[in-house]
């Protein structure tokens, strides 16, 4: 079984991205939590221009797809409370996930092998054929 992503990218004004990273925190990641099939939420930002990309995670195509509605009005309040400090969303984006590799963040590396990577790696290459985490 594949997992896919929703990937939203946006901007903002970079004196006001920690609002909105604020917004994703207490709102919008633990709303996407509560809907069926999600299996992990992360944001990536770029402090500097006020750019950020958010990413959701779904243990199926269809799982994802049935989330759209909850994910668009999430988008939109997001856009209105924001709108004065110039928050835009200006693409989203749905992909299969096809490689994924993975270690606990904030793990340290292992001390014997030069911390090449950390306990607890996972790993999937195209059709899963193991269950990972």
Not at 65 to 93: P, Y
Request: hydrophobic share 35%; glycine share 10%; no cysteine.
């Amino acid at each position: 079984m594949s997992m896919y992503a929703r990937v939203t990218r946006f901007e903002t004004a970079p004196a006001r991205l920690g609002k909105a990273i604020a917004q994703f925190r207490t709102e919008l990641g633990p709303t996407a939590a509560q809907l069926p099939g999600w299996r992990g939420t992360y944001l990536f930002v770029d402090r500097e221009v006020g750019r950020g990309i958010s990413l959701t995670l779904w243990s199926s195509e269809s799982t994802m797809r049935a989330g759209e509605e909850a994910a668009a009005k999430l988008r939109s309040d997001a856009t209105t409370e924001q709108h004065e400090d110039g928050l835009t969303v200006w693409a989203v984006e749905r992909y299969e996930v096809v490689v994924s590799e993975s270690t606990t963040m904030g793990e340290p590396p292992h001390a014997e092998d030069g911390g090449s990577h950390s306990p607890g790696l996972s790993s999937r290459i195209g059709p899963a054929t193991r269950k990972t985490p």
